[in-house]
């Protein structure tokens, strides 16, 4: 956010002054740490409760599972943040997942070439329904919301034509490679994303999109390309929903063209424990993945509490609401110390 | 849209009373007379008195869940905890009265305070807490639908498989004055909630909150109050509609809720209520309701795939969208 501070150079850095940006840098990573904060402690949950009920400390194949699972839902939430940054939402996720899960399931097989040729295909067609999502928001000058909410029954209607009934697969050098079953390897695509991040928030691109979500008529006052900015953050996000459903298959090994549905609500929920605000302008893609990653370690904490799986929706509500009303009411008392 | 009214000099009295907001609703209903004909002519006896009254029967479950929803999305909030809410007052319903007509009231009652209760805590977890109404209702429905799930395990509890008193499957599947009862019961609703919104002061301050919150409150409005008393609202008409659709069903299934959640808010918005708030009313809904479940009726008579049934769906929702639900350009 270095960006936005920039005019204030020209009155000289007084003690004042730098005092101010300190307090304005803590207050915007608050949410942030109050993330990573969260993902901690879950991780010291979790392996406190592994290994009271396991008597063995958490290994390598444990780390790559919960990351593998994390996956779909780690690229779900990014593409949802960027979305939401802007002051919009997209509902369509689930259904792009559904889509791109059921083209992975029926062609990632049968050899490199095919292979890395149909996920670009799946990449780019997911990029395109993001574009649509866009074009309809930015140039239809409809509510995202609504939008997306249209899309995303189109979407599943095409994944259900493209994938009937479940099945299919995915080959199993694709699954070694991309979400090794046996090593966290896919902890480097984690880190890869988060870079990514850093990168994209330094970039025009980035700058334009926290712009609009403060305030869209004094970024577009202040010549930030506010159509193209927004359709690009759609089709980034429809991108992004593409590879979740390819992480979701891979992870299945198979394909179900409903399977994604879940993922436009745990989007959300996982961008908001991350600390993004729904009312745009403010938040991290990685808090985005630091949401996905506790949302993920909730199943398995529970699991080791010894919860009936019956109630496990009943207490990933609970978390929801708790964690964000907890944080908002934390934000409150920061600002009002302020 | 206010702005093109007031910038015209004396507008002429039919513009007045056909201003841009009603006129959407008429549209709404000029959408679905055209479905019923269309329908009409794919499969003759498709618009006949039964048929029409069939399909309302049907629409009144959209509808009375939408009449929630209609209210909470006219303060600029929304209710996502609509499908687990309708789905836990039918398991309630069925498992208390066990299928008994002596103990249908207390079902009954029982279930309208569930849905009441959930939604007094979404309101006051909004307005105490300041958490979004998304993240709010969306736990909501995570909290039911986990205790529902649980608490019957799975839905295989003794109670939870009895079917439902034979004395609300006849008032639901039978007939008053020669109409459904199920679809007097909604006209009964539509009345009360228009006369609420147009009305009534509480109407009143709907819309003035849903147009600002802040100006209301300065005008003396109980905002929090407000919002909390429209989200246990939502939450009462949910759970009315699980219990009309346990009757109509004769029992309660496990997901029986999840269409209703699209279906409601896509009711809304085809209706040309506002999104964000302050503008629309129940009677668009009630043509919304209408023509999305006409449509599906069409598409059945089609005997088109489930696939083109969503597909059609999503494209007529962005083309009404388009046709009335843009935004003025800013630029």
């Known amino acids: 956010m270095l960006e936005r501070a920039e005019p204030l150079r020209g009155l000289g850095r007084s003690a004042g002054w730098v005092a101010a940006r300190r307090q304005q840098i803590a207050a915007q990573n608050a949410p942030l740490v109050v993330a990573g904060a969260l993902l901690v402690a879950m991780l010291v949950i979790y392996i406190v409760l592994y290994s009271v009920s396991l008597g063995s400390f958490p290994g390598a194949f444990e780390a790559a599972s919960i990351t593998n699972h994390a996956m779909p839902l780690c690229l779900a939430a990014l593409g949802q943040t960027l979305v939401i940054l802007t002051r919009g939402i997209d509902l369509s996720i689930g259904g792009m997942m559904d889509v791109s899960n059921s083209l992975a399931a029926l062609k990632l097989h049968g050899g490199f070439g095919v292979e890395a040729l149909w996920t670009v295909l799946i990449l780019l067609i997911g990029a395109g329904g993001g574009l649509l999502n866009g074009v309809l928001v930015a140039f239809g000058r409809l509510q995202p919301i609504l939008v997306t909410l249209g899309t995303f029954s189109i979407f599943q209607g095409v994944a259900l034509w493209i994938l009937p009934s479940p099945g299919g697969h995915v080959a199993g050098g694709y699954t070694n490679f991309f979400l090794d079953p046996k090593a966290p390897s896919a902890l480097v695509w984690v880190v890869i994303l988060g870079l990514a991040w850093a990168v994209l928030r330094r970039s025009r691109l980035g700058v334009n999109i926290y712009a609009i979500g403060n305030d869209e008529n004094a970024a577009r006052a202040n010549s930030v390309p506010v159509l193209r900015t927004k359709v690009l953050a759609y089709a980034l996000a429809g991108l992004l929903a593409a590879g979740a459903g390819i992480a979701l298959a891979t992870t299945t090994t198979g394909g179900d063209a409903t399977a994604g549905d879940v993922f436009t609500l745990s989007s959300i929920a996982a961008v908001v424990v991350g600390g993004v605000s729904l009312f745009g302008g403010r938040g991290s893609g990685v808090g985005a993945l630091c949401g996905a990653f506790v949302l993920t370690l909730l199943v398995d904490v529970l699991f080791f509490a010894n919860i009936d799986p019956l109630f496990q929706p009943f207490y990933q509500g609970l978390f929801l609401v708790v964690a964000v009303g907890a944080s908002t009411l934390l934000g409150r008392h920061l600002v009002r110390r302020r | ?331």
């Open chain 2, 1 to 331: 849209m206010s702005a093109t009214t007031e910038s015209q000099p004396a507008p002429s009295g039919l513009r007045t009373i056909l201003n841009p907001d009603r006129r959407k609703i008429i549209y709404g209903f000029v959408a679905a007379i055209g479905l019923f004909i269309i329908g009409e002519i794919v499969k003759p006896g498709f618009a006949s008195a039964s048929g029409i009254q069939q399909i309302l029967e049907i629409s009144s479950f959209v509808g009375i869940v939408a009449a929630g929803q209609t209210f909470v999305i006219l303060v600029g909030g929304i209710d996502l905890s609509v499908p687990w809410v309708l789905n836990a007052a039918a398991i309630v319903l069925i498992s208390q009265s066990a299928g008994s007509n002596g103990k249908l009231a207390i079902g009954i009652v029982l279930a309208l305070v569930l849905g009441l209760a959930c939604g007094i805590v979404n309101g006051l977890g909004i307005v105490l807490l300041g958490i979004p109404a998304v993240v709010m209702t969306l736990g909501m429905n995570g909290i039911v639908e986990g205790l529902s799930l649980g608490v019957t395990h799975g839905l295989s509890c003794g109670g939870c498989l009895k079917p439902a008193p034979t004395a609300l499957v006849n008032a639901m599947t039978g007939k008053t004055l020669g109409i459904d009862t199920s679809l007097l019961i909604w006209i009964g609703i539509i009345i009360v909630v228009s006369f609420v919104l147009s009305f009534t002061t509480f109407g009143r301050r709907i819309y003035a909150v849903g147009n600002s919150e802040r100006v209301s409150f300065l005008a003396g409005v109980n905002v929090k109050l407000v919002t909390v008393t429209l989200y246990a609202l939502s939450g009462l008409f949910a759970a009315a509609a699980g219990i009309a659709l346990a009757g109509f069903g004769g029992s309660a299934t496990l997901g029986m809720g999840d269409p209703y959640l699209f279906q409601s808010i896509a009711a809304v918005v085809i209706g040309g209520t506002y999104i964000l708030g302050g503008r629309g009313h129940y009677l668009g809904t009630v043509a919304g309701a209408i023509v999305l479940t006409t449509l599906i009726s069409v598409l059945l008579a089609k005997s088109a795939p489930d696939y083109a049934r969503d597909i059609v769906y999503g494209v007529v929702i962005l083309a009404i969208l388009l046709l009335y639900g843009r935004q003025r350009s800013e630029a």
